[in-house]
């Protein structure tokens, strides 16, 4: 009964995300990046191919997780806006299973979305001659959907505590200057005094390392990198679900308490 639910709320939200028209605006633009590829391999730049390919890889998920984020932050607001959640629940639906379901129609659209993308860019590569690493190349299709999941449950957490626009910008704001604020710690965090490395430490288990998540640089130069270990992996996929299962877990406590 459970499964059927989730599914069904996962279900309506994922084919009303593939209907909309972001998605394809983005995947017209990496077409069109693509198509830039192929002028630089066509004047013999390999330099300036794999530079563009990097960049490529980096906008894709760059595009894909604002579609996300833009997704997960309006699911809830809108359902209170247009007052579609009161019949919903009024039925014997769990106010968890239709926050779950919620969140896994929206990474079912992510994965969509990035799938899209990865499609292009192997065509891309392929026609200009360029080389793939197949197993670079799924690793790091693995890590950014993992991404997505923990994305997609922090914007959640972020759409109940505060509203649509704020959401959005949070979570976008969260996502952009993940990588600064990496760089920054561990340049001061040895030269830091205890209260601020209080607070370092306590970010890093709050918010979620991103850039962990991206093997672009990688996958260009896989003639130099070899694939990450198994255990690496794990490990990453380990961090993913537990910042999403957080996510979810603080998620589901206030919305239960959120009076209807």
Known sequence: MICRQLFLVARGVWLEAIRRKEIYVMVLISCGLIAALAQVRFFGLESLSKFYRETTLHLMSLATTFTVIVLASRQLPREFETRSIYPLLARPLHRGTFIVGKLLGVWGAGIFCFGLFLMIYIFGSLSMGAPIYPMLLLQHSLLQVEMLLVIVSMCFLLSILVNLDAAITFGSLIY?????????????????????????????????????????????????????????????????????????????????????
């Open 176 to 260: 952009l200057l993940s990588s600064a604020w990496v760089t920054f710690s561990n340049q001061i965090y040895g030269s830091a005094d205890g209260m601020l490395r209080f607070v370092i430490r306590m970010t890093s288990w709050v918010l979620p390392q991103f850039m962990l998540f991206d093997l672009s640089e990688k996958n260009v130069h896989g003639d130099v990198w070899g694939a990450l270990p198994w255990w690496v992996l794990a490990q990453m996929t380990g961090y993913a679900l537990l910042f999403s299962a957080g996510y979810i877990l603080l998620s589901f406590m206030i919305f239960k308490r959120r009076e209807l």
